[in-house]
């Protein structure tokens, strides 16, 4: 417990005696660092590519996931410890530095230990492909036989050798030239091939035998290179750079936006090497020189036994589905689209909205109602108007089509934000796009990124105008909409209506909203309401009132929702929390926070919806706002109130309880910092739930039963 925790001391939270006994800690230690429970987060990822009941190309899938949340996680959160290490050096604080380097290898240790069981696990993999019609070549040498090495060179000399650079003489230079997530061969020490990042990590194709094949890039280069010098042996490296940049477009000019956000990315290529991922025989004498060299500690380099490229395989699983497509056991059935009947007929969804609001639970229910909503608005001749944000989307969107059809004959105004991380060339894109067919395009400001997802179409009916807006925790992109599970509310609630006015007009005017009716909005007012109404509860249950607090979210760090929540469990409020990702807090501690129970769902879609249900204040929010610091002062972003008693049922009654009910793919945190399988306790029963719970599946089927049974059945 002790390598999960970071001091945080505050005065407001009773820390108990026994806290001491109940947990390996220093009494004054309750927070689990971010970091380390995010690696336990990315561990929970990659045990799904070990579950037998899991389809193997989706095991496959998860494998190459956990290695490009691994990627990313280098890229940014250990970029910012390594950076911490690197001022506190500087600063005479040598107690803070110290904790720095100790919290550094143990993200370290842990990532090396990480590694190894990535490598077991695509073993395992790869001896049921090998049964069912596909070799994935693990090693490349004798073993191998010299028919399967002929067919593998031959592809190698025909895909990848000719759009090799030539090899120039090796100089340390020519590694830190190196761009994040590049690639070169060193053959000896006298050459150094850099690969283009164009060439695929991992190739596929099929023999003559009707086998498919699978090779590594890296392992391949080093193969079919070696002896290019005679008595020289061959080894890749792979580097990993920080990129993780800020930009504040305070007082610039919005036109100059585009062009500041693009000379930044570039930067991204050539920040601080993090990691250093080696492929080959290297003497440990080299490895020291390596380190040195590249600016880097040795323990940040780690040494890979099959490839340094894991996450070449999320691809390849495109090329196994199409090879194995008659072995329906290999993927999960794709979902029907569903677009309930409410919006189905485009003349009279509007009507319909004013009678209730319309859920919409992605990717069960199909992101298409979305679109069939924008497509109502883009023919409707009395809608005047079309708004909306953009944090990120897929380039071929039809909602992008729509937009640009729109500006024909509407005002039609788009907010997007050039600084979401990993999409700021497809944003930059996507402006030039949107204004060249006229629509016009605006972008966050200062240090605030606009993370909200608000739609706004603006009618005119009887010489009034009249609001239908959309809400919703996740991205407008429809590639996502099918792999992410997020909410939406479609409404024609005139107070929402004006406080998406209200909160778009001010983004427009860079000024920060204020003064809505009905949404809560950040950075200004989203962090006191929640421990407002956290404080709510707590008063309840302090005056023997029954009390409950659940929240889903993707991440939980912030150190004063935590103290709260604390607090709350103390004074006896029941705290159900179901966090995907980091969380700091440790649950189930005597005197601390035993009422407080933390799940975690890792399955086949990506939880991404976020949650806030308070019981004595009656409230459901809905948010694309995680508990994280950054989300509620750094970020323009809202949380929107579940205001429909049918909406507001579904979720207490049926959604919540669901997820807190999984029994199949929930793993609960306990007060040693240790994530272990859940044993959810009895619950009440739920609509057509029969067996063992597993919530995605459970949704999976309401939706398919048009949600017969539950408060959504009436209007479906």
């Not at 060439?199 to 392992?219: E, S, T, W």
């Amino acid at each position: 417990m002790d390598s999960h925790l970071t001091t945080q001391k505050d005065a407001t939270v009773a820390h108990p005696k026994s806290l001491e006994n109940s947990v390996e800690l220093d009494p004054s230690k309750f927070m689990i660092h971010r970091d380390l429970s995010w690696l336990e987060f990315n561990e929970r990822v990659l045990e799904e590519s070990l579950r037998p009941d899991n389809p193997l190309l989706e095991r496959l899938k998860f494998l190459g996931i956990s290695a490009t949340n691994l990627d990313e996680f280098f890229m940014i959160r250990f970029s910012s410890v390594a950076r911490a290490v690197h001022t506190l050096a500087k600063s005479g604080d040598e107690a803070s530095k110290n904790a720095a380097e100790e919290l550094q290898l143990k993200i370290l240790q842990k990532v090396k230990a990480f590694q190894k069981k990535q490598e077991q696990a695509l073993t395992k993999i790869t001896e049921i492909l090998a049964t069912v019609g596909t070799t994935v070549v693990t090693e490349l040498g004798k073993n191998l036989g010299e028919e399967m090495l002929a067919l593998v060179r031959k592809e190698f000399e025909e895909k990848i050798f000719p759009h090799l650079p030539t090899p120039i003489p090796f100089k340390w230079k020519s590694l830190l030239d190196l761009e994040n997530l590049q690639m070169a061969v060193l053959i000896g020490n006298k050459e150094i091939v850099v690969v283009p990042k164009t060439l695929p990590q991992a190739i596929f194709f099929r023999g003559k035998d009707k086998r498919g094949y699978v090779f590594f890039l890296d392992q391949a280069l080093c193969h079919f290179l070696e002896g290019r010098v005679p008595g020289e042996s061959c080894r890749v490296i792979r580097v990993c750079r920080d990129a993780d940049f800020s930009v504040d477009l305070e007082e610039e000019d919005p036109e100059s936006i585009p062009d500041i956000v693009r000379s930044t990315v570039r930067s991204r290529d050539r920040g601080r090497i993090h990691r250093v991922q080696t492929l080959g025989k290297f003497k440990a004498e080299w490895r020291t020189e390596l380190a040195k060299n590249l600016g880097c500690i040795e323990e940040q380099c780690f040494e890979s036994a099959i490839t340094s490229n894991l996450a070449g395989l999320r691809k390849i699983t495109r090329h196994l589905q199409q090879h194995h497509r008659k072995e329906k056991s290999f993927e999960h059935p794709k979902l029907k689209k569903r677009i309930p009947p409410k919006i189905q007929k485009r003349s009279e969804i509007f009507e319909a909205l004013k009678k209730s609001d319309l859920l919409l639970h992605h990717p069960y229910d199909s992101f298409d109602g979305f679109v069939k909503w924008v497509e109502c608005a883009v023919n409707d001749p009395l809608v005047i108007e079309i708004q909306m944000t953009v944090y990120r989307t897929d380039a071929t969107s039809p909602v992008i089509d729509l937009l640009k059809l729109a500006a024909k004959t509407k005002k039609v105004s788009v907010l997007i934000e050039l600084r979401a991380r990993f999409d700021e060339l497809n944003n930059l894109r996507l402006t030039e796009d949107l204004k060249a067919a006229g629509v016009r395009v605006g972008f966050g400001f200062g240090k605030l990124k606009l993370h909200a997802k608000i739609a706004l179409v603006t009618r005119k009916e009887n010489d009034s105008l009249f609001y239908y807006t959309h809400l919703s925790t996740g991205n407008y992109n429809s590639a996502t909409a099918r792999q992410y599970e997020d909410f939406a509310i479609l409404t024609a609630n005139q107070d929402l209506g004006h406080d998406a006015k209200t909160f778009l007009e001010a983004v427009w005017e860079e000024r920060i909203p204020t003064h809505f009716k009905s949404l809560v909005s950040a950075p200004t007012g989203l962090h006191r309401r929640m421990l407002s109404l956290i404080k709510q509860e707590t008063e309840a249950a302090r005056q023997g009132k029954s009390a409950h607090i659940v929240a889903k979210v993707n991440a939980l760090v912030d150190q004063a929702i935590i103290e709260s929540l604390y607090i709350a469990s103390q004074a006896g409020v029941k705290v159900d929390l179901i966090v995907r990702g980091a969380c700091s807090l440790i649950p189930e501690v005597k005197g601390l926070s035993e009422n407080i129970r933390v799940i975690s769902i890792v399955d086949r879609f990506l939880e991404h919806s976020r949650i806030y249900y308070f019981k004595n204040a009656s409230a459901i929010y809905l948010s694309s706002a995680d508990w994280m610091t950054r989300n509620f002062f750094s970020r323009l972003e809202v949380a929107f109130p579940v205001l429909d008693k049918q909406l507001f049922s579904f979720i207490q009654d049926i959604v919540l309880p669901a997820y807190l009910a999984d029994s199949e793919r929930a793993h609960r945190l306990n007060s040693k910092g240790v994530w272990q399988p859940a044993k959810p306790k009895s619950e009440m029963p739920l609509p057509q739930q029969t067996g063992a719970m597993r919530a995605q599946f459970y949704f999976m089927g309401l939706a398919e039963r048009h949600y017969a049974g539950t408060p959504l059945s009436k209007r479906n």
